[in-house]
């Protein structure tokens, strides 16, 4: 059985707004069969780490909570904290983060919650019958919604291959410790010829897990956040991706599942394939897109949405997948197959375009 995935590219024969758009794709996914007027409705994107450009662009998120609103709804817009040292490893950084980067009250009237509290560890524990996790541990406040609309920008990631609707709602729903549970088997180890002992990487690692002696290297208190691979001028921290990205992904897709079990399956997706970055929107910037824009994309199924939004990539790039041309050892595809066989989505859609 195919799921339905509806397209909307962003070429424009007549100006019309990519906003109109939006709207269009969302009325397409029957929102009024899956909220009801009163419910509380968590409207879950990524507000982007502080000097990243690629994030979500918050004026797309005018349609979706205009379709929230009609419907008598109470949308808010929500996020979590990050398991790495930065602008949002707290709720008040990271309602900080957010004003700036345009998700506020005045910019959107909708209330901002950060899902996980203050620091992080407000968190339920739902049951999942998955193949490596009997339970995840996701953000209270969204565990408690009625809903949720995910609003995911598509792009790579060195992790996983790309992030998109399934990392959303896995990595992105999660409290600290969820989010460690998926991390814990990435521990990176630092490449001792690169290593130039600068120090910078201790000044960016929340468990005071490297030490100097007298390069870097990594003890075992290390929870494999991975934000020290980004900070290494010198790309002396590395991870063994093909030791550790299956078990990760999989893990995604468990705690995936778990949101389904805890919202009983009230969710609509929506994702923007523009500024397609090759890596995640919680670094401090971003690299050249890894192809043109392409458009957005909306499902109730997050497992076809992902796959759809991963193909139009493709065609875009010319046929071959970009982000496996950066991330050689990641097969993208294991997040997919193990949502699939959880039952959170096919990977099989009809593309439906919609003017
Ligand atoms: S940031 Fe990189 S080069 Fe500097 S000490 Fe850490 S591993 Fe070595
Ligand atoms: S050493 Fe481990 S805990 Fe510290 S920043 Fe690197 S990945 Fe994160």
Known sequence: MLSDVFFSSIDSKKHKSPLLKIAKLLNRCEPHTVFTKGDLIAVKTHFGEYGNTAFVRPVFLRPVLEVLNKLGTKPFLTDTNTLYVGMRTNSVDHLHNATMNGFNYSTLQVPVIIADGLRGDNSVSIPVDGELLSSVKLASEIASADGMLVVSHFKGHEVTGFGGAIKNISMGCSCRQGKLDMHSDSHPFVNQDHCTACGRC?????????????????????????????????????????????????????????????????????????????????????????????????????????????????????????????????????????????????????LIEVD
């Open 202 to 350: 201790l000044l960016f690692c929340a468990s005071s897990a490297i030490e100097m002696n007298p390069k870097a290297f990594i003890t075992d208190k290390c929870t494999g956040c991975a934000m020290c691979v980004s900070v290494c001028p010198h790309t002396a921290i590395q991870i063994d991706w093909n030791a550790s990205s299956a078990s990760t992904q999989k893990k995604m897709a468990e705690y995936a599942a778990g949101v389904f079990n805890a919202l009983e399956r009230k969710l609509i997706f929506l994702s923007i394939i523009l500024s397609v970055s090759p890596a995640c929107d919680c670094y401090p910037g971003n690299d050249r897109p890894v192809v043109s824009d392409i458009g957005f994309a909306a499902s109730a199924d997050p497992v076809a949405l992902d796959k759809a939004c991963h193909d139009l990539v493709i065609k875009e790039y010319g046929g071959s997948d970009p982000f496996k041309e950066r991330y050689p050892n990641v097969d993208s595809a294991i997040q997919l197959a193990h949502a699939e066989k959880l039952g959170i989505g096919t990977a099989g859609y009809r």
